[in-house]
C-alpha cells in the first residue's frame, strides 16, 4: 500500500474529543462527522486537506474515549495515513477496524513539518518526507492488517471472506 500526501502537524495528546467533538455524535455518516473533523483545534482543517494527506502528530494521538467516531472522521476527510510517536490503543485498533492506516514513527514525527509531502509505502514500513528526502524506518504493516486497511475496515473483510 502506497500514500502520498501532504503532512497536517500536531502536537501530542489529541484526544478523540479534540478529533470530532461530543456534540456531532448523534450522526454516524461519515461525510457528516468530516464536516467537523479537528474543528476545535484547527478551524481551517477541512478546508486544506485534499484526499490523500497525512496527519503527524506527536506522542498519544487519539486518547481519550473510545469512540469509533474519531478515525471514521479523520478518513472521511481525506486523510489517508495517520503517523505518530504513539497512539492510545483503543484508537489504533478502532484506527484498524474502520479502515485508516496509521503508523508509528517518532523519528519521522521529529523530522515532518507541517506542509511537507510525504510518502509511505506501507508493506516495507519506508516512510519518506519527499520535500527534504529524508526516509525513515516503520513496522510495516502484517498482512491481515493490510486485507484491513485495503477492504475500507473489519466488516468489508469479514464480508470478503464469507463472500469467498
Do not use: W
Amino acid at each position: 500500500m502506497q500514500f502520498k500526501g501532504t503532512a497536517h502537524r500536531y502536537g501530542r495528546d489529541i484526544d478523540t474529543d479534540v478529533i470530532i467533538p461530543a456534540r456531532y455524535l448523534n450522526t454516524s455518516d461519515p461525510a457528516e462527522l468530516a464536516k467537523h473533523c479537528l474543528e476545535d483545534l484547527d478551524v481551517e482543517f477541512v478546508n486544506k486537506v485534499t484526499p490523500g494527506d497525512i496527519i503527524v502528530a506527536d506522542e498519544n494521538f487519539g486518547c481519550g474515549s473510545s469512540r469509533e467516531h474519531a478515525p471514521i472522521a479523520i478518513k472521511a476527510a481525506g486523510v489517508d495515513v495517520v503517523i505518530a510517536k504513539s497512539f492510545a490503543r483503543i484508537f489504533y485498533r478502532n484506527s484498524i477496524n474502520t479502515g485508516l492506516a496509521i503508523m508509528e514513527c517518532p523519528e519521522a514525527v521529529d523530522a515532518i513539518s507541517a506542509g511537507d509531502v510525504v510518502s509511505v509505502d506501507a508493506d516495507a514500513g519506508i516512510i519518506t518526507d519527499e520535500t527534504t528526502g529524508q526516509s525513515f524506518k516503520a513496522q510495516p504493516f502484517p498482512p491481515f492488517i493490510r486485507e484491513i486497511i485495503e477492504a475500507g475496515g473489519l466488516i468489508n473483510r469479514t464480508k470478503q471472506k464469507m463472500e469467498q
